[in-house]
């Protein structure tokens, strides 16, 4: 399998493609990495170095990568985080240049917005850009509960309320949603839910609240879910696996009390993770 992994990128740290990228090689994906930034570490900190590419320079790199001839044998394209809106339309052109050569190519959109508490935090017009364009677009979408709302027009508060939503969402294109960070008045307040929609059915996985706060594992677990899927072409199976890989990811990550999801230490957890969670049909 091959993936087209557009994104932002660390060099020290995890998050963007410096998480996403070696979960999928270490099963066993051939990944194509193109960075929308490329910064010394993430914004977290307060201060970072580096800078943001911009559109010309994305569609620039895809076109090296289809002067060598394989972009018929990419199975599929992944996007995170965007710097600007011109950086969206190439990465939709290359969505478009993959599928043109592949039609059985999908298209993963992890649309990072905002969060819950933290509200927006992405540049003016990538919102808009997500709902409008880049959302319709993909085949598989993974927002967090914050940006399920933003994108469906919606407050989630039940499950209900998210089941809702996720048909909203897919009403707009796509034909799998998985929600992260999911707390809903019928969630423990000890545990946290993952929710993942496709044809019309819906499936939950529950996992105990760890007390970290870090970043990088939202674009570890779209990958993660991402390749489970494309796979298998089962979204309850592809939930059930990405959540045990990234519970033991954070667990890890918590035990070792570090503000860096530890992805490199806990790589075998991609691969067999040491806890497991149903898929629950709800």
């Given at each position: 399998?091959?993936?087209?992994?557009?994104?932002?990128?660390?060099?020290?740290?995890?998050?963007?493609?410096?998480?996403?990228?070696?979960?999928m090689?270490?099963?066993?994906?051939?990944?194509?990495?193109?960075?929308?930034?490329?910064?010394?570490?993430?914004?977290?900190?307060?201060?970072?170095?580096?800078?943001?590419?911009?559109?010309p320079?994305?569609?620039?790199?895809?076109?090296?990568?289809?002067?060598?001839?394989?972009?018929?044998?990419?199975?599929g394209?992944?996007?995170?985080?965007?710097?600007?809106?011109?950086?969206?339309?190439?990465?939709?052109?290359?969505?478009?240049?993959?599928?043109?050569?592949?039609?059985?190519?999908?298209?993963?959109?992890?649309?990072?917005?905002?969060?819950?508490?933290?509200?927006?935090?992405?540049?003016?017009?990538?919102?808009?850009?997500m709902?409008?364009?880049?959302?319709?677009?993909?085949?598989?979408?993974?927002p967090?509960?914050?940006?399920?709302?933003?994108?469906?027009?919606?407050?989630?508060?039940?499950?209900?309320?998210?089941?809702?939503?996720?048909?909203?969402?897919?009403?707009?294109?796509?034909?799998a949603?998985?929600?992260?960070?999911?707390?809903?008045?019928?969630?423990?307040?000890?545990?946290?839910?993952?929710?993942?929609?496709?044809?019309?059915?819906?499936?939950?996985?529950?996992?105990?609240?760890?007390?970290?706060?870090?970043?990088?594992?939202?674009?570890?677990?779209?990958?993660l879910?991402?390749?489970?899927?494309?796979?298998?072409?089962s979204?309850?199976?592809?939930?059930?696996?990405?959540?045990?890989?990234?519970?033991?990811?954070?667990?890890?990550?918590?035990?070792?009390?570090?503000?860096?999801?530890?992805?490199?230490?806990?790589?075998?957890?991609f691969?067999?993770?040491?806890?497991?969670?149903?898929?629950?049909?709800?």
């Open positions: 399998m091959n993936v087209l992994s557009i994104q932002s990128h660390v060099a020290y740290g995890h998050v963007g493609n410096a998480s996403a990228v070696f979960p090689q270490r099963l066993g994906v051939e990944v194509w990495p193109i960075h929308t930034v490329q910064f010394s570490n993430h914004t977290g900190y307060g201060s970072w170095k580096g800078r943001v590419f911009d559109g320079a994305i569609e620039e790199l895809v076109d090296g990568i289809a002067e060598r001839g394989v972009l018929d044998r990419c199975d394209v992944l996007s995170g985080y965007m710097g600007s809106a011109d950086i969206g339309n190439a990465v939709l052109s290359a969505v478009n240049r993959v599928r043109g050569l592949n039609p059985q190519a999908l298209y993963c959109c992890d649309p990072v917005i905002g969060d819950v508490g933290r509200g927006v935090f992405v540049r003016l017009g990538i919102p808009e850009f709902r409008e364009q880049a959302v319709p677009a993909a085949d598989i979408v993974t967090n509960q914050f940006e399920l709302d933003y994108l469906s027009g919606l407050t989630t508060e039940t499950l209900s309320d998210v089941k809702q939503a996720i048909g909203a969402v897919q009403a707009m294109g796509p034909k949603v998985l929600v992260t960070s999911v707390v809903t008045k019928e969630t423990p307040s000890d545990a946290v839910d993952l929710v993942a929609g496709e044809r019309g059915r819906f499936w939950r996985v529950r996992t105990p609240k760890l007390s970290l706060a870090v970043n990088g594992a939202g674009d570890a677990i779209a990958a879910f991402f390749v489970h899927y494309a796979r298998s072409r979204a309850a199976t592809a939930l059930a696996a990405a959540a045990a890989s990234v519970y033991g990811l954070l667990k890890r990550t918590e035990e070792a009390g570090s503000r860096e999801i530890v992805t490199i230490a806990a790589q075998d957890e691969v067999s993770p040491t806890y497991r969670f149903p898929a629950e049909e709800v």
